[in-house]
């Protein structure tokens, strides 16, 4: 039998859900959070906390003004921003000027910032992670991973509890990044906007 002739017997004798070697592989992941909702937002928030990075929850009226004092208090003068960020983020950045991603910052630009602000495409409380797609109030990669401060919204209806449930919302065709805790050397703080 020649090699050929020898891979083909082996991967036909595989059957579908066994690795090469016939051993079943389990495949019995959670699908879906069995938390109730308001345990799969405290869950992401804890979840973030534990890598290292800061949270607030915040009433949408109060985003703002919280922002304002995220900032404030990393002393930012000035912060990149994408250019289709919602500007009632920015109304309370009283001594911090916002930048506007548009044309693109070149990548010593946003070295120089203060930090960046954006929005996100979703976020996992199972792991605390926050997906960002290039959506709205996202920008580009390139925006989130230079800066050495990334302050990042997420609304509460945008947290899923787990992986399984975030890879069926998110479009496969988008440029995601997944972000689970701030980066050596670079801080994370995530605000929870419960609406």
């Known amino acids: 039998m020649s090699a050929r002739e020898e891979i083909l017997r082996r991967v036909r004798a595989a059957a579908p859900g066994r690795d090469g070697c016939g051993v079943p592989v389990p495949r019995g992941y959670r699908r879906h959070s069995e938390l109730a909702r308001g345990d799969v937002i405290a869950r992401f928030g804890e979840r973030v906390a534990a890598g290292q990075a800061a949270v607030r929850h915040v009433a949408a009226d109060e985003l703002a003004v919280a922002m304002a004092a995220m900032l404030w ?4 003068k000035r912060v990149a921003v994408p250019a289709d960020l919602p500007r009632a983020w920015l109304t309370g950045l009283d ?12 990548p010593a630009a946003l070295a120089e910032m203060d930090g960046v602000v954006t929005g996100c495409a979703l ?49 496969p065709y988008h440029p995601l990044s997944w972000i689970s805790g701030p980066p050596e050397g670079r801080t994370l703080e995530i605000l929870i906007v419960e609406d």
């Open 95 to 106: 001594g911090v000027r916002p930048l506007a991603d548009d044309p693109p910052l070149d």
């Open 73 to 76: 208090a990393r002393e930012a």
């Open 123 to 171: 976020a996992i409380a199972e792991t605390g992670t926050v997906v960002l797609d290039g959506g709205r109030g996202q920008g580009r990669r390139a925006l989130t991973l230079i800066p050495r401060h990334h302050l990042c919204v997420v609304h509460a209806d945008q947290i899923v509890g787990t992986v399984p449930e975030a890879v069926r919302r998110l479009d």
